[in-house]
T-cell receptor, first 111, second 114 residues
Framework: RKEVEQDPGPFNVPEGATVAFNCTYSNSASQSFFWYRQDCRKEPKLLMSVYSSGNEDGRFTAQLNRASQYISLLIRDSKLSDSATYLC????????????FGTGTRLKVLA | DAGVTQSPTHLIKTRGQQVTLRCSPKSGHDTVSWYQQALGQGPQFIFQYYEEEERQRGNFPDRFSGHQFPNYSSELNVNALLLGDSALYLC????WGAGTDTQYFGPGTRLTVL
């Protein structure tokens, strides 16, 4: 089983739609969770950290479910500019410093 | 405030050659991590440097080595290049000493091995 798993998509949605991505992780001791956005042939950019209480930033909402070991990202009112690959990232903590990335979920918002 | 910078942006090498990639961290950051991203994959952790020492290493062979300088900048060296080393190499910095483990990425170096 991969340490971090994501549905690669692509998710093709119309403008204005709501879309949700899930990501599962295998290490129950994982401590830090993030969503990064990556545009084609560019570097990953931090979208948001994911906290136990969940967090929201404008149209984006991230949630963490420790019991089921998954994190989610909800995008409301999708814009054309949201088209990108969304990377789920887990830092296992406990003396380890590396980020473990999923393969990414590709989103295409259609006009 | 300068972000993470990397050089060169693109590089073409042939099998068996050696390459050095460079990274300058974001201002105020003291920790540098290196990642390899193959096409269609997520970034894979190579290693992390903190206080001029390799603090942790991923599943990469000894052909991959690195260095961190007193000004926190870092180099990634790859010896005896293989075709499979063709990838985007990403550097990420964080402020571990300041208690911030969130990583910020540079634009990457695209390495092509022929």
């Amino acid at each position: 089983r991969k340490e971090v798993e994501q549905d690669p998509g692509p998710f093709n949605v119309p403008e204005g739609a709501t879309v949700a991505f899930n990501c599962t992780y295998s290490n129950s001791a994982s401590q830090s969770f993030f969503w990064y956005r990556q545009d084609c042939r560019k570097e990953p950019k931090l979208l948001m950290s994911v906290y136990s209480s969940g967090n929201e930033d404008g149209r984006f909402t991230a949630q963490l479910n420790r019991a089921s070991q998954y994190i989610s990202l909800l995008i409301r009112d999708s814009k054309l500019s949201d088209s990108a690959t969304y990377l789920c990232v887990v830092n296992n903590g406990s003396g380890t410093y590396k980020y473990i990335f999923g393969t990414g979920t590709r989103l295409k918002v259609l006009a | 405030d300068a972000g993470v910078t990397q050089s060169p942006t693109h590089l073409i090498k042939t099998r068996g050659q050696q390459v050095t990639l460079r990274c300058s961290p974001k201002s105020g950051h003291d920790t540098v991590s290196w990642y390899q991203q193959a096409l269609g994959q997520g970034p894979q952790f190579i290693f992390q440097y903190y206080e001029e020492e390799e603090r942790q290493r991923g599943n990469f062979p000894d052909r991959f080595s690195g260095h961190q300088f007193p000004n926190y900048s870092s180099e990634l060296n790859v010896n005896a290049l293989l075709l499979g080393d063709s990838a985007l190499y990403l550097c990420a910095s964080s402020g571990w000493g300041a208690g911030t483990d969130t990583q910020y990425f540079g634009p990457g170096t695209r390495l092509t091995v022929l």
